[in-house]
């Protein structure tokens, strides 16, 4: 499947989805003017993957912000997971920095909701 | 009422489209100065104005802003205000540029000297006095200074516009304000600058704790900027990590929801502060809406401000999930959002424009500890 690779920007994330190399990982900012926009090839290259999954699939979750309208897309990047938790030992790892007390709660409560195993890992 | 509100929206409606005016009150540094001219940029770019405009503004705020560093004067009593200001004001297809700071107030009499001196010269003039100063007195800390004024006044094709205010025997408030020349300037303008709508504007801020303002036309790019502003202003903290956030929501509710008062739409008409007090930020946020979605906004609020810790979280996550949630008059999530992140109450307010338009303002406090 070819990876699909985005660039970081002042209001856009870095994302990396990579099947061959298996890496799965969002990071820095997600403040789009568009959320759903943007998301939309994220959600649609997850969907494929998860038809025919790598045994084990790690998620990275390093995000430093989020806005709400990212927020629904990145539940909708949790929910595809967890759906395809059937076909792939997925776990997801919530990254937050120490000072980010906003972050960690986010993490602790999309843990609860989620049904996926979740990790949250806390970096200084 | 509050009727701090009013006085928010009094200093908000005169802006049009195209217009804007930006503002930052506090201490010069090198990096802000950095931050400014970027705001600048961003702001520029999208206007229809030439490089060459562009350089003469970057040109004026630079030498402007360095004018500040050099001189301004530390303040050893706490009771007044030592900030200096930065303005950027666009009106009519004008664009002028406001600095102020304390400055010694034995040195004023010399500065006007220098600033009447300047503007009583005719464009050839300016270049020979320029001439005459680089040759006799060489490159000294005091003829850069003057140096500064007249290039200043020789980009800018126009006075240089000054007031000067006195604080107390020591202390004076040096205002000094510039108009760019711009090419496409129109003679039927009938917008009558003033420095003092800009100093009654500072007394404003002053009174309020406010110390960076926005009003113009909200999008996307101006948003970042005046994020970088924030970020680049304060350490990265618990509370700089909330004031971004709620910031996000706020400002991008107006870019995407703001009406205006023109048939043209195409335009997000929007104010926006942040104010420092001891203990906690405000941030201020507010725009036009459609009289029509008032009521159901309202109601929102007041449902979001009733409840407790348990409601918003259970709220929070019904909606995250509810994927099909349309509301034309609400964020979604944003007030839930903030709320949470703020800990407090979200206080807001409606005043009726006309038939159709309604102005919301909504008010956010921030503990600095959290």
Not at chain 2, 54 to 59: A, V
Not at chain 2, 119 to 143: A, M
Not at chain 2, 222 to 231: E, G, M, P, T, V
């Amino acid at each position: 499947m070819k990876p699909y690779i985005k660039t970081a920007t002042a209001d856009t994330p870095s994302v990396i989805l990579d099947a061959d190399r298996g890496i799965f990982e969002i990071s820095q900012m997600s403040l789009p003017e568009d959320a759903v926009d943007f998301y939309a090839p994220i959600l649609s290259w997850l969907r494929e993957y998860a038809q025919d999954p790598n045994p084990d699939t790690v998620f990275n979750m390093k995000l430093e912000y989020f806005n709400t309208a990212s927020s629904k897309q990145l539940i909708q990047v949790l929910l595809i997971l967890q759906e395809m938790e059937k076909r792939s030992n997925v776990l997801v790892k919530w990254f937050y920095k120490e000072i980010d007390e906003d972050m960690l709660s986010l993490g602790e409560e999309y843990k609860q909701i989620m049904k996926v195993p979740f990790e949250l890992i806390v970096v200084p | 009422m509050d009727k701090s509100f009013d006085l928010i929206y009094k200093q908000f409606k005169d802006v049009e489209k195209d217009d804007f005016q930006y503002i930052y009150r506090g201490d010069i540094t090198p990096k802000l100065i950095m931050n400014v001219l970027d705001f600048a940029k961003s702001n520029l770019a999208k206007a229809e104005d030439t490089k060459k405009l562009k350089n003469r503004i970057y040109y004026i705020m630079g030498e402007s802003l360095q004018n500040i560093a050099r001189h301004q004067v530390a303040n050893d009593t706490d009771n007044s205000d030592n900030s200096a200001i930065v303005v950027i004001h666009k009106k009519k297809n004008k664009y002028y540029i406001v600095t102020g700071n304390l400055m010694p107030a034995k040195e004023q009499d010399i500065l006007k000297d220098k600033l009447d001196h300047i503007n009583s010269l005719s464009p050839e003039e300016l270049n020979d006095f320029c001439r005459d100063i680089r040759l006799t007195t060489g490159f000294t800390e005091k003829s850069g200074a003057s140096l500064g004024l007249i290039e200043m006044a020789k980009k800018s094709g126009n006075k240089l516009v000054y007031s000067m205010k006195p604080i107390d025997d020591q202390k004076t408030y040096f205002y000094l304000s510039t108009e760019v020349l711009t090419q496409n300037e129109t003679s039927d303008c009938d917008y009558e600058y003033s420095l003092n709508d800009i100093i009654e504007t500072h007394d404003f801020l002053r009174g309020n704790n406010i110390t960076l303002s926005f009003k113009g036309d909200f999008n996307q790019d101006n948003l970042l900027s005046l994020l970088s502003i924030l970020n680049n202003g304060m350490n990265e903290s618990p509370v700089r990590i909330k004031l971004f956030s709620i910031m996000v929501e706020l400002l991008q509710n107006i870019v995407k929801h703001a009406d205006n008062l023109d048939a043209d739409t195409g335009w997000k008409a929007g104010v926006f502060y942040i104010c420092e007090q001891n203990d906690r930020f405000r941030l201020i946020a507010g725009n036009y809406i459609k009289r029509e979605l008032a009521d159901d906004l309202r109601k929102r609020f007041d449902r979001i401000n009733g409840m407790n810790a348990e409601e918003l979280n259970a709220e929070y996550k019904s909606i995250l999930f509810n994927f099909n949630y349309i509301n034309p008059v609400s964020t979604g999530l944003g007030i839930i959002d903030i709320r949470r992140k703020s800990g407090g109450k979200v206080d807001y307010s409606l005043i009726n424009i006309n038939n159709t338009i309604d102005f919301l303002t909504v008010k956010v406090d921030i503990k600095k500890q959290v």
